[in-house]
């Protein structure tokens, strides 16, 4: 083994070395599935079906099968491998494709589809990152990942169970009802994201629940070419019987002149110069693994968390963050129960039931656990049993997330005020100016400042010792998240995707990095990097310093909170599953799949992650020692133009400036 391709809930991805130049390569993918999950009867089956998928396809639109042993304790295959990029990534580094391009990787991805149908195979999970383009020369692509694909001649496998990936996911799968025109409803998708840099809003679920179709916005895909826009809609129906099939599409595309790579005549690639370049730098840097070069090789599995307890909480849901009090991890529910369990194995030392809501993460200082309530009040209640020490009463407004400052206690409202409050008594010492809506993240405090972002995409800069404006700082668009502050600059990101980073002294830009996507959580300090994640599981790690981009990790799910840096690491949650990430070089350490999906940070303290899943779990995991685990993994998804000398510039580059009046 040479290094970690990559991880996820139910297998490990390695780079190996076959040392038979006979398979055509001397490179292997090997994937194995993960020890806890190697007793679970359906996951292994899973695992053996696509196994076999691999062996009917024959390398056929996907990667050749080189070897298996579907029967090991630790079932496993391996298949060729060649440095590539994924579709995703590609788009990440390159922008929106041109539509002739996209309309050529359509053909391509339904010839794909037309040979799965020849077997009686749905994929069940096709998008962007499982898509490879193999070669820069003439764009050939490989679909990969067939985990969840089966045969629809076959008894399903788990009826009851949804799967695939919900940004790609036909409605009818939510059923536990996929076939071809389930993988023609992706692909639309595909190509929409593979035009627009951005995933298609989600069509309405709920009416199809009421027996109605299941529609997108008639404006979801208006930003697309016609004829593109047009083969996208007939791919996206809400019916899978009205829906375009692979065959017909091919004809389509036939008739203004596009057709697969076998089928054109003279040059026939997809890709264009730059997109190539891409594809080909990639390429060379992955070189840097093949055998015969200078590697540490992995002589064993990453190290694997070990879950030490597990308590379910009262309600119906939980969204907010463990919290560590010192002697205990507090945990709030949604019904108005705040518990404080015992760190070494969950169980309840106190428990007390609010009358109101909670539905924001607490803070915690002086032996007192701050509780903002839906009926508009801040409680302080006593560590040691549970007793209120005072009620702030916050008016008309709720109040969120708040944050100690020394003898202070910060919160910002409903209506874009900042609050602060004395610790001892919870007297009011200063409400400051409304803000441009709602704060609902947790403020940032400097020495003698403090920072807010609201909901419509301001921020607000305002003296501790008054709650006056501190300075004339101006308003970033759109921002969203909070500031993170890393000694005298402050990092901001906005809804695209961008990241700014700030003198907090001056207000002047350092630095800016602009994007075309949508980020879904705000900036993170680790080491020396400032990191940003996407609602489509992406994170990028960039230098705090120049905002070169230092890596990016590409995941498979929905990122539904900010990534929480600790001890050199970042740890991030999409969908039910926490990935350990050496922040260094960007490698996946390990992961762990929770009892439910995680909507809120874990509480990384004592050597221990602490998660709060919605379905109201609490799970404690034992952090294994990062010297236990390689530290020469590849990155995932190294991105080899966006570097020292790719699109970082300075402010005065750019004829227009973040800030608005």
Not at 80 to 89: C, G, I, T
Not at 429 to 455: E, K, N, Q, T
Request: with cysteine; hydrophobic share 40%.
């Amino acid at each position: 083994m040479l290094a970690v391709l990559g991880s996820g809930g139910m297998a490990n991805v390695y780079l190996a070395g076959t040392g038979r130049k006979t398979t055509g390569s001397l490179l292997a993918a090997v994937k194995v599935l993960r020890r806890d999950q190697s007793s679970d009867e359906y996951v292994r089956r899973l695992f053996r079906l696509e196994i076999e998928a691999l062996i009917e396809l024959n390398a056929s639109g996907t990667l050749r099968l080189l070897d298996c042993d579907p029967d090991h304790d630790s079932p496993w295959f391996a298949t060729e491998y060649f440095p590539s990029l994924d579709l995703r990534s590609l788009v990440s580094i390159h922008g929106p494709l041109e539509t002739m391009a996209v309309l050529r990787l359509a053909a391509e991805i339904a010839s794909i589809l037309i040979r799965l149908k020849t077997h009686n195979i749905v994929h069940r999970d096709l998008k962007p990152s499982n898509i490879l383009v193999l070669s820069a020369a003439d764009g050939s692509l490989r679909l990969i990942d067939f985990g969840v694909a089966r045969k629809l001649d076959r008894t399903k496998t788990n009826p009851a169970m949804t799967v695939g990936t919900d940004a790609y996911m036909a409605p009818e799968q939510q059923y536990g009802e996929a076939g071809h025109p389930s993988d023609m409803f992706a692909l639309g998708l595909t190509l929409a994201y593979a035009a627009s840099g951005v995933q298609a809003p989600r069509p309405d679920l709920h009416q199809g629940r009421l027996g109605r179709p299941a529609r997108f916005p008639d404006d979801a895909f208006d930003g697309l070419a016609g004829s593109l826009r047009e083969l996208v809609v007939e791919c996206t129906r809400a019916d899978p019987e009205d829906r375009i099939t692979a065959r017909d599409l091919l004809h389509r595309l036939a008739r203004i002149g596009v057709r697969p790579r076998k089928e054109a005549t003279g040059s026939a690639t997809w890709l264009s110069n730059t997109a190539r370049a891409q594809v080909l730098q990639h390429a060379e840097r992955s070189r840097a693994f093949i055998p015969g070069r200078p590697t540490r090789p992995l002589t064993a599995a990453p190290a694997e968390p070990e879950v030490r307890w597990v308590h379910e909480l009262s309600g119906r849901a939980y969204f907010t963050s463990p919290v560590d009090v010192g002697h205990g991890i507090a945990v709030c529910s949604l019904d108005g129960s705040v518990r404080l369990l015992d760190a070494r194995d969950g169980t309840p030392t106190w428990k007390r039931d609010l009358a109101a809501r909670i539905e924001s993460t607490p803070a915690a200082g002086h032996g007192m656990l701050f509780v903002p309530c839906s009926d508009r009040t801040l409680l302080a209640l006593d560590t040691r049993d549970g007793s209120t020490r005072w009620t702030y009463p916050a008016g008309d407004n709720a109040l969120f997330a708040p944050v100690v400052r020394g003898d202070r206690v910060l919160a910002g409202a409903r209506d874009g005020a900042i609050h602060c409050i004395s610790v001892h008594t919870g007297a009011p010492l200063w409400i400051s100016d409304r803000g441009h809506g709602p704060v609902f993240d947790r403020p940032v405090v400097a020495a003698d400042r403090g920072y807010a972002s609201g909901w419509q995409g301001s921020l607000q800069a305002l003296a501790l010792d008054t709650g006056d404006s501190a300075e004339a700082l101006p308003q970033l668009r759109d921002i969203v998240g909070a500031p993170a502050l890393d000694r005298d600059t402050l990092f901001l990101a906005d809804r695209t995707g961008s990241l700014y980073a700030i003198d907090a002294r001056t207000a002047q830009e350092r630095w800016r990095h602009e994007r075309r996507t949508a980020a879904c959580t705000g900036p993170v300090v680790v080491r020396d990097l400032v990191c940003l994640g996407t609602a489509g599981g992406t994170v990028w790690a960039h230098d705090a310093r120049t905002g070169a981009l230092k890596w990016q990790l590409t995941t498979s799910g929905r990122l539904r909170c900010v990534p929480v840096p600790y001890d050199g690491g970042l740890y991030v949650s999409v969908d039910d599953v926490l990935t350990a990430v050496d922040a260094r070089t960007g490698a996946v350490r390990w992961t762990h799949r929770a009892p439910g999906t995680v909507h809120a940070p874990p509480l990384i303290a004592r050597g221990h992650a602490y998660i709060g899943t919605w379905n109201r779990t609490v799970e404690a995991l034992r952090i294994p020692d990062p010297s236990s685990s390689p530290t020469d993994l590849l990155p995932p998804r190294p991105h080899p133009r966006e570097n020292e000398n790719g699109p970082v510039r300075d402010a005065s580059g750019f004829g227009r400036t973040p800030w608005s009046g």
